[in-house]
T-cell receptor
Framework: DGGITQSPKYLFRKEGQNVTLSCEQN?????MYWYRQDPGQGLRLIYYSQIVNDFQKGDIAEGYSVSREKKESFPLTVTSAQKNPTAFYLC????????????FGSGTRLTVV | DQQVKQNSPSLSVQEGRISILNCDYTNSMFDYFLWYKKYPAEGPTFLIS?????DKNEDGRFTVFLNKSAKHLSLHIVPSQPGDSAVYFCALGSARQLTFGSGTQLTVLP
């Protein structure tokens, strides 16, 4: 079955530590995205990548970093510079410009303790 | 400046009645329009879409309406069922990307 896998589902991090969220897709999609959802808020774009070895900042990129070394993988690192990292993180992929939009993973809930 | 607005953060509807979710936008460049449904602790899933050349698209209990002159998109669910209780996001596409609204929490009461 084709899809997007995000791991882990729940993640706890101590303040001051970096943490990396995994996102893998086997849909052969060129484009991948990272979103953040906070309670009562919509989806805010962190980073996106339209092709391997290229990525762009979204609306709230500060304190985050990404890499896109393989088509299938788009890991997100939440650095210690991110002031309020506790949130639900969603990864998505798409055929660029696809009429049917994005396919999302099931998300990772990050909690800073 | 928000380009896509869902002004109702929540909506409660009785089972069997119609649910109407609304979405307003400001950018005339959007050329495709989608609705996603999201359950807690899960990723959003695609529900229904409409292209800019149409004003209505129907799929079972779900109908999406597009009024381009008013820059308004709506989703009608009829009859509403308790399993429809979820957060609904409108998503508007242009320049190879989607812009999401803030979501409306729909609660269907049995």
């Amino acid at each position: 079955d084709g899809g997007i896998t995000q791991s882990p589902k729940y993640l706890f991090r101590k303040e001051g530590q970096n943490v990396t969220l995994s996102c893998e897709q086997n849909l052969n999609h060129d484009a991948m995205y990272w979103y953040r959802q906070d309670p009562g808020q919509g989806l805010r774009l962190i980073y996106y990548s339209q092709i391997v070895n290229d990525f762009q900042k979204g609306d709230i990129a500060e304190g985050y970093s990404v890499s896109r070394e393989k088509k299938e993988s788009f890991p997100l690192t939440v650095t210690s510079a991110q002031k309020n990292p506790t949130a639900f993180y969603l990864c998505a992929s798409s055929i660029p410009g696809s009429y049917y939009g994005y396919t999302f993973g099931s998300g990772t809930r990050l909690t800073v303790v | 400046d928000q380009q896509v607005k869902q002004n109702s953060p929540s909506l409660s509807v009785q089972e069997g009645r119609i649910s109407i979710l609304n979405c307003d936008y400001t950018n005339s460049m959007f050329d495709y329009f989608l609705w996603y449904k999201k359950y807690p602790a899960e990723g959003p899933t695609f529900l229904i879409s409409i292209s800019s050349i149409k004003d209505k698209n129907e799929d079972g209990r779900f109908t999406v309406f597009l009024n381009k002159s008013a820059k308004h998109l709506s989703l009608h669910i009829v009859p509403s069922q308790p399993g429809d209780s979820a957060v609904y996001f409108c998503a508007l596409g242009s320049a190879r990307q989607l812009t999401f609204g803030s979501g409306t929490q729909l609660t269907v009461l049995p």
